[in-house]
């Protein structure tokens, strides 16, 4: 479920925002980047408020707005980073500055070592003044438009590049026709100083330019489609835009083609709202109080948008617009909310903060004012009605890395009932390159809430975001910081872990040391140094579940260090045990986890004994505790639990002890063990399917993890690692990763695909009978008598006899068909024959071939015709390579409320 989607406002809250007094800057800051450790990177302009981005400063909320919150870093490669595009890197979370007033040069900051500066990177081939960088959903980076350092329109970059990490940029030559140079800039727009865009699909990007709306695809060499004229007067450079929904972007006032040109064109009040799911986008307009030349837009927690600065002269004092407005995305409709001190014109900014709050500053350089200062503004949710800071949740644990579609805990210190997604942002220019908003999907569960990160793999494109939790008076935290990686090319560093936030008055950043619960401290994310004085006990961990050892001073926070993963797969923080508390007490041989409130256990079997298993029982011989590696020889059985509750597989040689193998946790909340059969034992009648280990046939290796797997035709390709692997049948091409498998079937471990022979037997799957649907995942069958149910997707299921009702869930059929797949459940119609399980036949010239499944990216070679439907019902489009299963990408949803499938036509 997804609790409360409307915008919260607690009944104390107050009306309006407020700005901040006006703070001193070291100069304009023309350009504005939210960074990984929470500070802001501000550069683009000289300490006299000239023209040349020669200096960089790094501002640390957390230390106030005082001279030791500011560090002003070295600029030893002399880049003139005046008027150039920006982005935070998805591959490594590093700021990528490219071009301005340096032309084709290229440069990333690192935050983790930030008294160093500017490094060096690959240079572009065009000139990239004025050009706007893009994070594609593959984790690559568009380029497009910009010029020569003062270029104009007839010297514009028409070509568009891409950087692929570790690879380099490439041009896109088939881009040239773009309308960067068309006409002169008045008629045109000048389309090449940062355009608006936005990914549509896998392999296209819209783009609001100048006076023209077009399409880019960046696959092979790229190409443009469907150039059309911008109607409205909300175009141009004087613009800004925001997506501030999934396929909805916000585009805002401007309406001329340059700061001060002559046309004396009054700043536009119009915003149009551009649905870009249709394969055409299309839009409808909204219009505000005031008109504005050169304002900046900016996603707010809640999932409104803010509008400041600007005025309706270009770049003049005539009818400054110092009062922000807000825009409701439920209602469509505008307010006025809270003024600012100072005119912020053309080379201003707004920031979205980690804190909820809006950093606004800039403005000049040219301007009727130096705008070398900044105010902050902050929402009216962080303020109770009397205009003071209103108490805020906290959220105490979280991931600091997260995948699609992923479900994962957070613990808060109040009741929660909202939780949004927003991704950071780097701005310039009223254009803020990746910020974008998600409602998030979540339940109450145990001690926290399951929440789970957006499965669009278009709009959520990777790199940095925050989630933020709503408590019942509409109060949000601080952003909990979380990356969701690039599929390509990513170096695995983790960003530092945020977790538990201070609970800190909403006029504020920072607060006290972040604490873990009473008598513990906490002191390092896992991978860092726990540091304290003297003997103390740490414990390693997360979610209640713990490995404990005594140091003295300091300990590394590994698993290397506390000698096991007390959480598998799930990243880990160290507490030590505060001076004042109890002496420690030893841990025990078989570590137990940290007492928590006990999860609900399976009601014992009469014939079922309770007490914990000893290290060898009749035909059984104890092989690994949780989390560490069984090993034996040969096929056997092997058994996953503890009080006589198991899951049991048959293995060959080796099994990782955890759930993931073993498809299902037989006894939540409780440490368990393997043992392993005893050779020449009966083999047990088991009650319920043990998934079967991948032995058949002949495999070879195609690619490792996050590369690409090549073969011809239509073969079985494995993915994994240790003897535990995800099968799907693949034509020609399968990316090596969790996305295209579905799962991964060995967590925390790096994979590597393999294809089947020619010869290799498919997986069989359940076909026959007659069915229909009863129910979606968690709801329930009802039927009259006793019944055959299936419960799983696309054709894999488990089967149960069932009376009456069944509960559609995983607990009641033994085991998941499907891991990591949105699953259903059909009745057999009454009568039907008993079903049988021929394998799927392999797919013939001018048949179909699955590619894959709703969601998930459909993998090909060149120009393909792709269906996207189910049962039936499909809409086809002919597409070039990867293309992205999904209805934005097809234009229509064929099947209303099904889970769909893309599947790709054989060669005739």
């Known amino acids: 479920m997804t609790a409360t989607v409307g915008l919260l406002s607690g009944p104390a809250a107050a009306q309006v925002g407020t700005f901040s007094d006006v703070l001193p800057w070291a100069f304009i800051p023309i350009h504005s980047s939210l960074l990984p450790d929470g500070k802001v990177m501000t550069f683009g302009a000289k300490p006299n408020d000239g023209q040349g981005g020669f200096d960089f400063d790094l501002w640390d909320p957390t230390k106030g707005t005082g001279p030791d919150s500011h560090l002003q870093l070295p600029n030893v490669l002399e880049v003139d980073s005046f008027c150039a595009g920006a982005v935070l890197r998805s591959d490594n979370s590093k700021l990528m500055i490219v071009g301005g007033n340096s032309n084709e040069r290229v440069t990333e900051f690192?935050?983790?070592?930030?008294?160093?500066?500017?490094?060096?990177?690959?240079?572009?081939?065009?000139?990239?003044?004025?050009?706007?960088?893009?994070?594609?959903?593959?984790?690559?980076?568009?380029?497009?438009?910009?010029?020569?350092?003062?270029?104009?329109?007839?010297?514009?970059?028409?070509?568009?590049?891409?950087?692929t990490p570790g690879a380099g940029w490439r041009e896109l030559p088939g881009t040239e026709n773009s309308p960067m140079r068309r006409a002169d800039m008045a008629t045109s727009g000048n389309p090449f100083w940062y355009p608006h865009i936005y990914t549509t699909s896998a392999d296209e990007v819209f783009v609001l330019a100048g006076r023209y709306s077009y399409y880019v695809d960046h696959t092979g060499d790229g190409s443009i489609r469907d150039v059309r004229p911008v109607t409205g007067?909300?175009?141009?450079?004087?613009?800004?835009?925001?997506?501030?929904?999934?396929?909805?972007?916000?585009?805002?006032?401007?309406?001329?083609?340059?700061?001060?040109?002559?046309?004396?064109?009054?700043?536009?009040?119009?915003?149009?709202?551009?649905?870009?799911?249709?394969?055409?986008?299309?839009?409808?307009?909204?219009?505000?109080?005031?008109?504005?030349?050169?304002?900046?837009?900016?996603?707010?927690?809640?999932?409104?948008?803010?509008?400041?600065?600007?005025?309706?002269?270009?770049?003049?004092?005539?009818?400054?617009?110092?009062?922000?407005?807000?825009?409701?995305?439920?209602?469509?409709?505008?307010?006025?909310?809270?003024?600012?001190?100072?005119?912020?014109?053309?080379?201003?900014?707004?920031?979205?903060?980690?804190?909820g709050r809006v950093l606004v500053g800039g403005g000049g350089a040219p301007g009727p004012i130096a705008g070398r200062n900044a105010e902050v503004y902050t929402p009216a949710f962080l303020l109770d009605r009397t205009g003071k800071p209103a108490p805020r949740p906290s959220i105490l644990a979280g991931p600091v890395r997260v995948a699609l579609g992923q479900t994962f805990r957070v613990q808060a210190d109040k009741t929660i009932r909202r939780m949004t997604f927003v991704k950071t942002g780097t701005v310039t220019h009223g254009w803020n390159t990746d910020q974008r908003f998600f409602e998030a999907a979540w339940t109450p569960a145990g001690d926290g809430y399951d929440v789970t990160f957006p499965d669009d793999a278009i709009n959520a494109t990777p790199g940095l975001y925050m989630l933020f939790a709503f408590d019942e008076a509409g109060v949000p935290s601080e952003g909990k910081y979380m990356r969701l990686p690039s599929p390509t090319g990513d170096d695995g560093t983790d960003i530092p872990s945020d977790t538990p936030t201070s609970p800190a008055p909403a006029g504020t950043l920072g607060g006290g040391t972040p604490q873990g619960p009473v008598g513990w401290a906490r002191c390092a994310s896992e991978s860092q140094m726990c540091r304290f004085d003297g003997l103390r006990t740490v414990r390693f961990g997360a979610n209640g579940t713990y490995a404990t050892r005594e140091a003295t001073n300091e300990i590394l926070c590994s698993t290397d260090t506390f000698g096991r993963d007390p959480v598998f797969g799930t990243l880990k923080?160290?507490?030590?045990?505060?001076?004042?508390?109890?002496?420690?007490?030893?841990?025990?041989?078989?570590?137990?986890?940290?007492?928590?409130?006990?999860?609900?256990?399976?009601?014992?079997?009469?014939?079922?004994?309770?007490?914990?298993?000893?290290?060898?029982?009749?035909?059984?011989?104890?092989?690994?505790?949780?989390?560490?590696?069984?090993?034996f020889e040969g096929v056997r059985q092997v058994r996953y639990g503890a009080n006589g509750i198991y899951a049991t597989r048959v293995m060959v040689s080796l099994a990782a002890c955890n759930t993931a193998t073993f498809g299902r946790d037989p006894v939540p909340g409780t440490i368990k063990v393997c043992d392993v059969e005893s050779a020449g034992a009966p083999a047990p009648t088991p009650t319920q399917p043990a998934p079967q280990e991948e032995t058949a046939g002949t495999w070879a290796r195609c690619a490792s993890e996050n590369e690409t797997c090549?073969?011809?035709?239509?073969?079985?390709?494995?993915?994994?690692?240790?003897?535990?692997?995800?099968?799907?049948?693949?034509?020609?091409?399968?990316?090596?990763?969790?996305?295209?498998?579905?799962?991964?079937?060995?967590?925390?471990?790096?994979?590597?695909?393999?294809?089947?022979?020619?010869?290799?037997?498919?997986?069989?799957?359940?076909?026959?009978?007659?069915?229909?649907?009863?129910?979606?995942?968690?709801?329930?069958?009802?039927?009259?008598?006793?019944?055959?149910?299936?419960?799983?997707?696309?054709?894999?299921?488990?089967?149960?006899?069932?009376?009456?009702?069944?509960?559609?869930?995983?607990?009641?059929?033994?085991?998941?068909?499907?891991?990591?797949?949105?699953?259903?459940?059909?009745?057999?119609?009454?009568?039907?024959?008993?079903?049988?399980?021929?394998?799927?036949?392999?797919?013939?010239?001018?048949?179909?071939?699955?590619?894959?499944?709703?969601?998930?990216?459909?993998?090909?070679?060149?120009?393909?015709?792709?269906?996207?439907?189910?049962?039936?019902?499909?809409?086809?489009?002919?597409?070039?390579?990867?293309?992205?299963?999904?209805?934005?990408?097809?234009?229509?949803?064929?099947?209303?409320?099904?889970?769909?499938?893309?599947?790709?036509?054989?060669?005739?």
């Open 573 to 631: 923080f160290c507490e030590y045990q505060t001076a004042a508390d109890p002496a420690p007490t030893p841990e025990p041989a078989t570590p137990q986890p940290e007492p928590t409130p006990p999860a609900p256990q399976p009601s014992p079997q009469p014939d079922v004994p309770q007490p914990t298993a000893p290290a060898s029982t009749a035909g059984w011989t104890r092989c690994a505790s949780e989390n560490e590696t069984c090993r």
């Open 233 to 355: 007067n909300n175009w141009g450079a004087t613009s800004t835009g925001v997506l501030y929904r999934p396929g909805l972007a916000l585009q805002i006032g401007g309406g001329s083609y340059g700061n001060n040109t002559p046309d004396n064109v009054p700043g536009s009040d119009m915003a149009s709202i551009f649905d870009l799911r249709p394969r055409i986008a299309t839009s409808r307009d909204t219009r505000m109080r005031f008109k504005r030349h050169w304002p900046t837009a900016v996603v707010l927690p809640n999932g409104e948008v803010l509008v400041v600065g600007g005025a309706e002269g270009n770049n003049t004092l005539e009818n400054v617009a110092y009062a922000a407005e807000i825009f409701n995305p439920d209602t469509e409709q505008w307010r006025v909310d809270a003024s600012m001190q100072t005119p912020r014109l053309y080379h201003s900014t707004a920031l979205l903060m980690k804190d």
């Open 710 to 908: 090549r073969f011809e035709g239509v073969r079985q390709v494995r993915y994994g690692a240790k003897g535990v692997f995800a099968t799907r049948v693949m034509v020609n091409v399968a990316a090596c990763d969790t996305a295209t498998f579905g799962r991964d079937p060995v967590p925390g471990t790096i994979k590597a695909c393999d294809v089947a022979s020619a010869d290799t037997p498919a997986p069989q799957q359940e076909t026959a009978g007659t069915w229909a649907r009863c129910a979606s995942e968690n709801e329930v069958c009802r039927f009259d008598g006793v019944r055959r149910v299936r419960y799983g997707i696309d054709g894999l299921f488990v089967t149960r006899e069932m009376r009456n009702t069944a509960a559609c869930n995983t607990a009641t059929f033994g085991l998941d068909p499907a891991f990591g797949r949105i699953k259903i459940c059909d009745v057999e119609s009454a009568g039907a024959a008993a079903p049988t399980q021929p394998a799927p036949q392999r797919e013939t010239a001018g048949t179909w071939a699955r590619c894959a499944t709703e969601g998930y990216m459909c993998a090909f070679d060149g120009v393909r015709k792709v269906r996207y439907g189910i049962d039936g019902r499909f809409v086809t489009r002919d597409l070039r390579k990867p293309a992205a299963c999904k209805t934005a990408t097809f234009g229509r949803d064929p099947a209303p409320g099904r889970i769909k499938v893309c599947e790709i036509q054989m060669a005739r």
């Open 110 to 163: 690192g935050y983790k070592n930030a008294r160093a500066g500017l490094t060096v990177m690959p240079s572009m081939t065009y000139p990239r003044y004025y050009a706007t960088v893009t994070t594609l959903p593959s984790g690559q980076t568009l380029v497009t438009g910009g010029s020569p350092s003062y270029g104009n329109q007839t010297n514009a970059s028409p070509i568009s590049e891409v950087l």
